[in-house]
């Protein structure tokens, strides 16, 4: 069974970039047809999807982050990270990571809280 | 930035069925594939159906989806204390170069 965690600062100042990875265990990260995703959610609102990167190393993003986002994998370590660069108030979520599959997200980290902060 | 549109809440006592509705577009739910998760208080969203209504093993069949046109619903039966959540729709977006959209999300509240 797969496991994902993020982990990565708690808090981030305005302007900044904002970085986060996900270490997945039990499972390689590079085997298998999957995308792995980051997905966030400001307190008390709904979700919004960031982006994914295949195992190939191909990408896609939300357009409306589009400008400021970069996921990237490290087979090495069996972890995909997360940039989002110029970072604003709006931009403080829990930020999770999934694996996704068959274009659903059936597996979860259990999500880190990020404050964009002075 | 939700496209898909949900009720705000709903509410049923144990026992009774509660229909959640999911509203979007040709772009997305009139062309892909819905996904229904459920999101406990301070927990990551689980799957609850996939393809429209598919149920991952372990889901109880008291969860039913559909999806006629441009809409899909989620349907729980046999309601429990325990289905006390907040539930999301999500389904691929075709227009720009695509992304995942999810709906604005349901509190359901057992009474």
């Known amino acids: 069974q797969v496991q994902l965690q993020e982990s990565g600062p708690g808090l981030v100042k305005p302007s900044q970039t904002l970085s986060l990875t996900c270490t997945v265990s039990g499972g390689s990260i590079s085997s298998g047809s999957y995308y792995w995703s980051w997905i966030r959610q400001p307190a008390g609102k709904g979700l919004e999807w960031i982006g994914r990167?295949?195992?190939?190393?191909?990408?896609n993003y939300n357009p409306s982050l589009k400008s400021r986002v970069t996921i990237s994998v490290d087979t090495s370590k069996n972890q995909f990270s997360l940039k989002l660069s110029s970072v604003t108030a709006a931009d403080t979520a829990v930020y999770y990571c999934?694996?996704?599959?068959?274009?659903?997200?059936?597996?979860w980290g259990q999500g880190t809280l990020v404050t964009v902060s002075s | 930035q939700s496209v898909l549109t949900q009720p705000p809440s709903a509410s049923g006592t144990p026992g009774q069925r509660v229909t959640i509705s999911c509203s979007g577009s040709s772009s997305n739910i009139g062309s892909n594939y819905v996904y229904w998760y459920q999101q406990l208080p301070g927990t990551a969203p689980k799957l609850l159906i996939y393809?429209?209504?598919q149920r991952p093993s372990g889901v109880p069949d008291r969860f039913s989806g559909s999806k006629s046109g441009t809409s899909a619903s989620l349907a729980i039966s046999g309601l429990r204390s325990e289905d006390e959540a907040d539930y999301y729709c999500?389904?691929?977006?075709?227009?720009?170069?695509?992304?995942?959209?999810f709906g604005t999300g349901t509190k359901v509240t057992v009474l």
């Open positions: 990167i295949y195992t190939s190393g191909s990408t």
């Open positions: 999934a694996r996704e599959y068959s274009s659903s997200w059936p597996s």
């Open positions: 999500a389904a691929w977006d075709d227009s720009l170069s695509g992304l995942y959209v």
């Open positions: 393809r429209n209504n």
